[in-house]
């Protein structure tokens, strides 16, 4: 599953991989919720503001070019063939002192504090939920990064895992099938408009999952009761099953979990930006920094 739009280009830049992975883009055509219900609007954190989302809104296209692609999909390759590809260590030690320059010079021209995070709406594409997401975030090298869309009933999705994520030989790593697993059920779960915390997520490995090759993820909500949040994920390989999971999730009450995350924001800027999402939940009175 390959979602439509976006040139050649911007496809095999975003994709980020070695020629023999599949193509993949961040850019996918608009459609309509399947739903059409309002939901909640959801803060980065996951937790609801209590504003309802647009009704049978037209699902918005993920940004069609960042140019933190480009730099996420080349650092992609790099991590690729340190991990996999047969080099010198004249090769590699080369690479270090080149990508050390270009480390520094982004440090130099880096502004002060951190980049704000963005925050998902459940109405629009769940490919744009988390834009620098260590999973589906086209935006951070580190994912794979997991294409995920909406379908009927929940999301589907494409993976292909190349060597940094090896576990067993030729196989993905089990904790990054975890991780997988994670965050496909958190966005199917803020898709349905339930967003909540992970409470418990229970995996089952049925078979070795296979680095290099597509695969094929499924997630849904299947049930809400009170706090409680229910979803149900799979992964698959030419049709037969590899992994799945279920995830029971908790919504937090606003004030609670902002409270919380107040008291251990590591740095003034991740503090600053709580308060801010705070302010724009609607979570008042203001909350005050502990220590």
Known sequence: MTPEGGSKDQDSV?????????SVSP???????????????????????????????????PHPYDPRFDLAAVMRRITSAMVGANLTETDIHAAAVTLADVADDLEHRAGPGRRRRSQPDPAG???????????????????PPVVVESVEGGLAGMA?????????????????????????????????????VTGTLTIRYRRPTPLRTPLRLEARC???????????GAIYH????????????????PERFMQMISQIAPAAEVFEQVLDDAKGLGLVPMLHRQG
């Open 14 to 22: 975003a994709r980020g991989g070695p020629d023999d992975a599949p």
């Open 125 to 143: 594409h769940p490919q744009e939920f988390f834009p620098t997401s260590p999973v589906v975030g086209f935006a951070n090298p580190i994912s």
């Open 238 to 253: 030419e049709g037969s099953l590899m992994a799945e999971a279920d995830g029971v999730f908790i919504q937090l009450v």
């Open 222 to 232: 299947t049930d809400h009761q009170g706090r409680k949040v229910h979803a149900r």
């Open 27 to 61: 850019v996918a055509g608009p459609g309509v919720s399947d739903s059409g219900a309002s939901g909640p609007g959801i803060s980065d954190f996951g937790i609801s503001s209590g504003v309802p989302a647009r009704a049978g809104a037209v699902v918005a296209e």
């Open 160 to 196: 292909w895992f190349d060597y940094q994520y090896e576990g067993p030989p030729a196989c993905v790593h089990g904790g990054v099938i975890a991780m997988v697993f994670d965050e496909i059920l958190g966005a199917a779960i803020i898709a349905a408009g339930f967003p909540a």
